[in-house]
């Protein structure tokens, strides 16, 4: 299996500018996790999927970030507009039942 | 407030066992007991986790208290590729994992 897969890798983008990242779980998982990791906050959780509903957003930062999940083989965190305090390796999850979440390679995320 | 307490650093020579402890005294019956690490600039990778019986994989091992207040991670063979951040986190089925900062293992030749 090719695992969960981020794209992009690598962004820089300009501040004030709208950043879509996308993400493809591993096929036949249920949950769907976004996670965001700064140096200062270590990892957070930022939101949370099963069979493509949405169980807890309180992680979500502002009404700046949202995310969706159209159907079971794909997603995507907006943010909107971007500020430098974005900066962060953004991180998503699948996993199958809960029982083992995995994580993907992360979208390396720079606001200048 | 964080379910979990890890020391922050821990050093291990290559070779020998690392034991990571993790306290979670106030972890409660449905909750289970995970162990992920991270790698640097890599995303966390799943290692082990169980509810109250000892866990053993390819891994690791997990030693579990039998009063389910604190657990152990055993890395038999500790490598230098073993080097990383080490999560200890409880959580109940069906909800998501919840990082704290977490063990620095360092292995050294």
């Known amino acids: 299996d090719a695992g969960v897969i981020q794209s992009p890798r690598h962004e820089v983008t300009e501040m004030g500018q709208e950043v879509t990242l996308r993400c493809k779980p591993i096929s036949g998982h249920d949950y769907l996790f976004w996670y965001r990791q700064t140096m200062m906050r270590g990892l957070e959780l930022l939101i949370y999927?099963?069979?493509?509903?949405?169980?807890?957003d309180s992680g979500m930062p502002e009404d700046r970030f949202s995310a969706k999940m159209p159907n079971a083989s794909f997603s995507t965190l907006k943010i909107q507009p971007s500020e430098p305090r974005d900066s962060a390796v953004y991180f998503c999850?699948?996993?199958?039942?809960?029982?083992?979440?995995?994580f993907g390679e992360g979208s390396w995320l720079t606001v200048v | 407030d964080a379910k979990t307490t890890q020391p922050t650093s821990m050093d291990c020579a290559e070779g020998r066992a690392a034991n990571l402890p993790c306290n979670h005294s106030t972890i409660s019956g449905n909750e289970y007991v995970y162990w992920y690490r991270q790698i640097h600039s890599q995303g966390p990778q799943y290692i082990i986790h169980?509810?109250?019986n000892n866990e053993t994989n390819e891994m690791a091992s997990l030693i579990i208290t039998e009063d389910r207040k604190s657990s152990t991670l055993i890395l038999p063979h500790a490598t230098l590729r073993d080097t990383a951040v080490y999560y200890c986190?409880?959580?109940?089925?069906?909800?998501?994992?919840?990082f704290g900062k977490g063990t620095t293992l360092s292995v050294s030749s």
């Open positions: 986190i409880v959580k109940e089925a069906g909800t998501a994992l919840i």
């Open positions: 999850a699948s996993s199958f039942h809960d029982v083992t979440i995995y």
């Open positions: 999927f099963n069979n493509n509903v949405p169980i807890d």
């Open positions: 169980g509810l109250k």
